[in-house]
């Protein structure tokens, strides 16, 4: 058995989120039918990251455990073919890692990035990828306030009742707000 990094890019506009639905509309749920698909037998995957519907990724990390030996180029193009018939998602790259690496407990960082536009007339091209607001915004006050989250602070007020992350303790390390 081999452990697998992969990095997936998706759309997240048909899915409800990265985690497993009951409905199969995850992209966990897509990602472990392709998998399945090439593997001929039900996996798991482990994501550094959960997105919430609607919300796409251009760099998710998972670890998946496979049994059949695969060159990391076979691997990527064996779950592209299936991937391509259950929705937006795409494996970018894959890797063989150590047995120990866990691509949630693993990750260094994570990086975030908000897009919004600010004009009046509704988007077409860039629709389900931009935020539209329409009245005008001041891109350098609000640069200018996004520096006092630069640092380490206490999460708390933001955390879901649920969170399962061992601290609401985050550091922020670069926040840019730019037109």
């Not at 251009?58 to 259950?86: M, R, S």
């Not at 999460?155 to 601290?167: I, M, P, V």
């Amino acid at each position: 058995m081999q452990r697998w990094k992969l990095k997936l890019e998706y759309d997240g506009r048909q899915f409800l989120g990265w985690q497993s639905q009951p409905n199969g509309r995850g992209v966990q749920d897509a990602v472990e039918a392709a998998i399945a698909r090439i593997e001929g037998q039900s996996v798991r995957v482990h994501a550094a990251g959960r997105t919430d519907a609607g919300v796409h990724a251009t760099g998710q990390v998972i670890h998946v455990d496979l049994d059949k030996p695969w060159q990391a180029f076979q691997l990527c193009e064996a779950v592209n073919a299936w991937l391509v018939k259950l929705g937006a998602v795409s494996a970018l790259e894959a890797e063989p890692v150590h047995p120990d690496f866990h691509a949630r407990f693993s990750a260094k960082g994570r990086v975030y990035l908000f897009r919004m536009i600010d004009r009046r007339a509704p988007l077409t091209i860039d629709k389900g990828h931009l935020w539209r607001v329409s009245v005008p915004h001041d891109a350098e006050a609000m640069n200018e306030a996004a520096k006092e989250l630069l640092g380490t602070h206490d999460f708390t007020t933001f955390r879901d009742g649920q969170c399962q992350a061992k601290s609401p303790i985050k550091t922020i390390d670069s926040f840019e707000v730019r037109r």
